[in-house]
């Protein structure tokens, strides 16, 4: 193989392993977010930037008093018929 050929293929593999880790980092460690609405006024400002703890999910450790919960919203909306 050329020096150009594994160039490129350290770099592909470079971008590969931080992609991974960036991915597993966000969805067990921590992930960025913004409050988009102003319900959790006056403890938090709508705009305001938090980064999330997601480590209590691995550990299965439960909140403690003054922790703030968040959750997804459902994907579908369930109503009654």
Known sequence: MSDNVKNILEWVY????????AL???????????????????TLQENQ???????????KKSPKVG???TFESPSKAYTRD
Do not use: E, H, Q, W
Not at 14 to 21: F, K, R
Not at 24 to 42: E, G, Q
């Open 67 to 69: 922790d703030i919960i």
């Open 24 to 42: 597993l980092f966000r969805y067990f460690i921590a992930t960025p977010t913004i409050v988009k609405m102003r319900s959790m006024y006056p």
């Open 49 to 59: 930037r938090l980064i999330l703890n997601r480590t209590g999910r691995i550990t």
């Open 14 to 21: 470079c971008i590969i392993i931080a992609l991974v880790l």
